[in-house]
């Protein structure tokens, strides 16, 4: 028998665009409320509305850093290939992760556009445009909205 340990200590995710997005919300106001956020290649579940609440916040602060970035960056400058999604990471996101908001401006001989780094615990979106910034704020504020009031 073979011992192992290994663990994913943070993601780093560049996005462009309107970012495909999928959210869904079980046992809503009970102990085992818990929202599911696909979010291209991520896979992130949340259980505190306050959490929820503290993301969307902080995406929305982040609104006049990322005022600056193109509404839609051109792909082939963003180093980024397109295809179709598929999970990549997946990450139970809890507890009272750090937060920040950090512009970063392209660097000269290096495959980096100029992008706001918004980070969140573990998971960092080097956010290269405006589109992207509005579809992951959206999507917090959803999550945020089905934890405290689910759909009907």
Do not use: N
């Amino acid at each position: 028998m073979s011992l192992h340990a290994s663990e994913i200590t943070s993601a780093v995710v560049r996005v462009a665009g309107e970012i495909p997005v999928d959210i869904t919300a079980f046992h809503v106001g009970t102990p085992e409320q818990e929202a599911v956020l696909r979010m291209g290649e991520l896979l992130i579940y949340v259980r505190s509305a306050a959490l929820a609440e503290r993301v969307a916040q902080l995406w929305r602060q982040a609104r006049p850093v990322c005022a600056a970035l193109p509404h839609v960056a051109g792909t082939s400058r963003l180093h980024l290939p397109v295809r179709v999604s598929l999970v990549g990471v997946i990450f139970r996101l809890g507890g009272e992760p750090a937060c920040t908001v950090v512009s970063v401006p392209a660097r000269p001989g290096v495959a980096q556009p100029t992008h706001v780094r918004i980070q969140v615990g573990p998971l960092v979106w080097e956010v290269c445009d405006r589109a992207a910034w509005h579809t992951i704020t959206k999507a917090w504020t959803t999550v945020h909205r089905h934890l405290i009031d689910p759909p009907r």
